[in-house]
């Protein structure tokens, strides 16, 4: 990519920042107040280990309360946030004309915003998210292993990359149809089932386990997660990153064959 092509997106990025630091409140309250359900799975999990008296597979009351306290993280650093609509409303309204136009590609400009959106949203959303792990410091155990925070890292940035391209190829469904919420919908809630937001996967029988690891949801928090917390070692660690990365590169090859079969039926349908 030729300089002033990383400089027009730099400044895309920059607009992004901006635009998003408008809604800084916004973000704020909806972090706030989303850690709320994580005073109900306190008082679930502690009734469940209570009435056990031991624990779930490999999982205590601390490690349980641990784990969603990193999914908490996890999520506010990749899930993105509105992209799909903003994606779908260029399209309807008929915004991406004027794009088209440029010699800028759209994936790479709304992956610039996204990139933007998450900076801020994370720079906003952490002042709540670190009370909340000064509170439950007791129950957090740091990894000794410096390449645990490496392979973490790594895999954070595939999971929001993965995010990024399903969040984009279900925003491509516009061109076809004018209402895109109950698509986005039903894959947001196979994401929450299945992406370890609930429970662990790994509490789960290990045959839909296994059918689960071939799955993209589960790259997309759990596996960052369970790096982190050590449940993934050894050739199993391999393979996930593996699999993980082979979801990138499939979901990003989707992405680019939406955007090209959908401006064909766009520019078809527009004359």
């Not at 993965?162 to 190829?169: A, G, L, N, P």
Request: net charge neutral; glycine share 6%.
């Amino acid at each position: 990519m030729s300089t002033s092509r990383i400089e027009k997106y730099a400044s895309v990025f920059n607009i992004g920042l901006q635009n998003t630091f408008v809604y800084r409140w916004n973000y704020f309250l909806r972090a706030l107040f989303g850690l709320i359900p994580l005073a109900g799975t306190v008082f679930l999990w502690s009734a469940v280990f209570k009435e056990r008296g031991s624990g779930l597979h490999g999982y205590d009351y601390s490690s349980m309360i641990y784990y969603y306290l990193l999914t908490i993280l996890v999520s506010n650093l990749v899930v993105p946030t509105e992209d799909e609509w903003q994606i779908a409303a260029d399209i309807r309204d008929g915004q991406i004309n004027a794009l088209l136009t440029k010699p800028m590609s759209y994936l790479v400009y709304r992956f610039s915003i996204f990139l933007s959106g998450r900076l801020v949203y994370t720079f906003v959303t952490l002042p709540p998210i670190a009370l909340i792990f000064v509170y439950f410091r007791d129950y957090i155990v740091l990894p000794s292993d410096p390449l645990i925070y490496l392979l973490t890292t790594v895999s954070i940035l595939m999971a929001a990359f993965i995010q990024f391209f399903i969040t984009y190829s279900l925003s491509m469904m516009a061109f076809w149809i004018l209402e895109i919420s109950t698509i986005v919908f039903i894959v947001y809630s196979f994401e929450y089932f299945l992406g370890g937001q609930m429970f662990p996967i790994d509490i789960m029988p290990s045959a839909i386990q296994a059918v689960m690891k071939w799955l993209p949801f589960y790259y997309e928090l759990f596996c960052p997660v369970a790096i982190f917390l050590g449940r993934l070692k050894g050739a199993d660690l391999v393979q996930a990153l593996a699999i993980q990365t082979g979801w990138l590169l499939l979901t990003c090859a989707c992405a680019k064959a939406m955007w090209k079969r959908g401006l064909g039926h766009y520019q078809a349908v527009g004359g």
